[in-house]
């Protein structure tokens, strides 16, 4: 059912974003993020934190889910939201991605031998260890005070998991968990009347379905479980698949940006590479725009001109 989010002159949210505004605006130069609409947290930011604050607390943390497209500005929405708990409310939050849960590149590897060579690119259903997440996820529900929860991080540049001495150590049980993945909260299609190759990709290297069937089916079981596990599922909802590869390639950009380390510098992808790459994920994208807005728990749109809106 859909959640009403407070309106944004409601006395708490007015209060609220002059408590945390100086933070807010901090945290998006850190970030690369200039001159960023003040309507943006306003509007969107505070009211989610306002709604979430005033959940009933429970025994277990509860696990917010973001989904929608690529580059659409789910991390980046979490960690503002995730700012304005922790600043506004003294809640415990912490969050990671699907994209820090992938299989090793030799076992995607042996997919590409045993399945398909398209099981080899990371992104699609099959390429995550969903049980590395759900431990992470399980752990952080039952942690003690002083337990420590290793959170996994992944590069996407060097395509691996960084060492473990380098993931996120949490401690104690947070208020919190936020998981944002771009098709979060999707479920397996049926594969009756299946779609022809959707793109270039598709007809050169997939012309018959074996990956793009693969991946569907494997997108039962665990990823269901997971995604069942959401109290919230928000979603930002982009205008179309074109939005989709321009905020891939901004994302790109501005990742580039932050980067000091110039052979980390060269890995960076070139417009037509991103465009390459995200035609992998264009079939599940469109399910994702189509299909989840019915059901997600909050929806927002962004429209070309990357401002957000309530539904």
């Given at each position: 059912?859909?959640?009403?989010?407070?309106?944004?002159?409601?006395?708490?949210?007015?209060?609220?974003?002059?408590?945390?505004?100086?933070?807010?605006?901090?945290?998006?130069?850190?970030i690369k993020i200039k001159n960023?609409?003040?309507?943006f947290f306003k509007e969107i930011v505070i009211p989610i934190a306002v709604y979430l604050n005033s959940l009933e607390k429970t025994a277990k943390p509860f696990l917010i889910g973001l989904t929608g497209g690529q580059g659409s500005g789910k991390t980046t929405l979490s960690d503002f939201v995730q700012l304005v708990l922790k600043k506004g409310f003294k809640k415990r939050t912490t969050g990671f991605s699907i994209d820090d849960i992938y299989k090793s590149q030799d076992d995607r590897e042996l997919l590409g031998k045993k399945i398909h060579s398209m099981c080899k690119v990371r992104g699609v259903p099959g390429t995550h260890d969903v049980d590395l997440g759900l431990k992470t996820i399980d752990s952080l529900n039952f942690a003690t005070n002083e337990m420590i929860t290793s959170i996994p991080v992944f590069s996407k540049l060097l395509d691996k998991h960084l060492p473990e001495s380098e993931w996120v150590q949490y401690k104690g049980k947070p208020d919190f968990i936020f998981f944002d993945g771009w098709f979060c909260?999707?479920?397996?299609?049926?594969?009756?009347?299946?779609?022809?190759?959707?793109?270039?990709l598709e007809e050169k290297q997939d012309p018959d379905g074996v990956w793009s069937k693969w991946y569907n089916r494997e997108l039962s079981g665990d990823y269901q479980e997971l995604f069942n596990s959401f109290d919230i599922l928000l979603m930002i909802k982009v205008p179309s698949m074109e939005h989709i590869f321009e905020s891939r390639w901004i994302q790109e950009k501005t990742l580039e940006k932050n980067l000091t380390d110039p052979e980390m510098k060269k890995k960076i992808m070139t417009k037509e590479e991103v465009i390459h790459f995200v035609m992998h994920y264009e079939r599940l994208t469109r399910y994702v725009l189509e299909e989840i807005p019915k059901f997600a728990d909050i929806v927002l749109h962004r429209d070309n001109e990357f401002n957000f809106k309530r539904m």
């Open positions: 059912m859909a959640v009403k989010l407070p309106d944004s002159n409601d006395e708490n949210c007015l209060i609220l974003f002059e408590k945390v505004e100086k933070d807010l605006f901090s945290y998006s130069d850190s960023i609409d003040q309507k909260g999707a479920k397996p299609i049926s594969e009756k009347n299946w779609s022809p190759p959707l793109n270039e």
